[in-house]
């Protein structure tokens, strides 16, 4: 069965290029969110979409980082003008429309900047 | 608005030893609370959750109990092994407002020795 899926796995760029991360949920899960983590830290939240919408945009670092889903299925997370401390594993997680529903996490995207 | 407290790693344990890791939350309405497992190499994964207070969840001879009257959730199990070496995340959901942003502690690395 299809989980959720990532990529690229693994993204390696320069200082000051723009990246864009993919996530392709779970088939029927409205919710969709991601998260960032980085080494020896716990799990950042990032943003979170219902359907197409997001009502929480919180967690974005800064206006560099933004995201958009459509079609209420694949998301792209896209970060400009990356910078050294974007460097981390940026996860997706999906699940169905209810706070008692579990989130199913892909590999994440391993980001590095140099 | 929400959060989750849980206790800082590593935690190192000899194989059959007993196993706790606290987590406490601080959250308005009636969240739902979980624990999810990373193991080395893996993607996070739900171990348990639990709906309501005085609910128990239970996987793999994990436990955890939802303490409402000390909002608490803790984790243990009686007798680990060398294969539950992991990073353990204590997580709520529809905390503030029944929305179903997903909060998680920072996580607890456990390390268990033949």
């Known amino acids: 069965g299809a989980g959720v899926s990532q990529s690229p796995s693994n993204k390696v760029t320069e200082k000051g290029k723009d990246v864009e991360l993919r996530c392709d949920p779970i088939?029927?899960?409205?919710?969709l969110y991601w998260y960032r983590q980085s080494l020896g830290q716990g799990l950042e939240f990032l943003i979170y979409f219902q359907g197409n919408s997001a009502p929480d945009k919180s967690g974005l670092p800064s206006d560099r980082f933004s995201a958009e889903r459509t079609g209420g299925s694949v998301s792209t997370l896209t970060i400009q003008r990356t910078q050294q401390e974007d460097s981390a594993v940026y996860l997706c997680a999906s699940s169905l429309p209810s706070t008692n529903s579990p989130l199913h996490f892909g590999n994440g995207t391993r980001l590095t900047v140099t | 608005g929400d959060s989750v407290t849980q206790m800082e790693g590593p935690v190192t344990l000899s194989e059959e030893a007993f196993l706790t890791i606290n987590c406490t939350y601080t959250?308005?309405?009636?969240?739902?609370l979980f624990w999810y497992v990373q193991y080395p190499g893996e993607g996070l994964q739900l171990l348990l959750k639990a709906t309501k207070a005085d609910d128990k969840g239970s996987n793999k001879g994990f436990e955890a109990t939802y303490r409402k009257e000390t909002t608490s959730f803790h984790l243990e199990k009686g007798s680990v092994q060398v294969s539950d070496s992991a990073v353990y995340f204590c997580a709520l959901s529809g905390g503030s407002g029944g929305y179903q942003k997903v909060t998680f502690g920072i996580g607890t690395k456990l390390q268990v020795i033949p």
């Open positions: 959250a308005t309405g009636y969240p739902s």
């Open positions: 088939s029927g899960h409205t919710a």
